[in-house]
């Protein structure tokens, strides 16, 4: 079971008022990985389209998916650079060997978010959609994407992220225990979670409608 306690800083603010278990975040996606593209993927795919430009693929790049899912986004990386997709499970990877099959630039590869077996700097760009809300520790894995990213490269983030109004924050912090509940958290402090990964972001900017989602592109400086 992977849980995560809550973190705070100095000031005492929450990365999150929730933990999450592994376990069943594992059992949601198994349970709705054959209609995953039917509901949540039609919601969301706005915003996975409009992160590409972000991710400024050049020829040659080698590409880390992190929470491919069920391969949405094989259809939008150019045949000129490599993709390595991963996901923690196995029912929604099924479901992306078929949609990357007639791409043979992506390969899937079954890997934790915050475990990620890939040498330093492997990767030129690291990229995950709606995948921080549902690990459990997401400090972790923001490390490891950055860890696996090469000094130089960006990593990219799109997620839902704790509001910066007060009342919906409110809000979010009240209902994130209970979305926990469903395999994910309302409430993610960006600011908390950039930092305490050793982040800036370079970008951020509202994406999907209603425009409750963030795209967040951050560049790897140091080793």
């Not at 650079?81 to 992306?96: F, K, P, Q, Y």
């Not at 951020?204 to 560049?219: D, G, M």
């Amino acid at each position: 079971m992977g849980l995560m306690q809550n973190s705070t800083n100095d000031a005492g603010r929450a990365l999150s008022v929730a933990a999450l278990d592994s376990r069943i975040v594992d059992q949601c996606y198994t349970t709705f990985a054959s209609v995953y593209d039917r509901v949540w993927g039609r919601l969301l795919h706005a915003g996975r389209r409009q992160a590409m430009p972000d991710l400024q693929i050049q020829t040659g790049d080698r590409i880390l998916e992190v929470g491919i899912g069920t391969g949405l986004t094989a259809s939008f990386y150019p045949a000129t650079c490599t993709v390595t997709g991963i996901d923690s499970s196995g029912a929604m990877l099924r479901e992306a060997a078929r949609q990357v099959e007639s791409h043979r630039h992506i390969r899937l590869r079954k890997m934790d978010a915050q475990n990620l077996r890939f040498p330093d700097q492997s990767f030129d760009v690291v990229y995950a959609a709606y995948v921080i809300s549902v690990v459990p520790d997401p400090v972790a894995a923001l490390k490891e994407m950055c860890r696996v990213c090469r000094v130089g490269g960006h990593i990219v983030l799109l997620n839902h992220f704790l509001s910066d109004n007060p009342v919906v924050s409110k809000l979010e912090r009240l209902i994130s225990p209970m979305t926990a509940r469903m395999g994910f958290r309302a409430d993610i402090d960006l600011d908390l979670l950039l930092s305490q990964a050793g982040l800036q972001p370079v970008s951020i900017r509202k994406v999907n409608t209603p425009n409750i989602w963030s795209l967040v592109r951050c560049r790897r400086d140091r080793n």
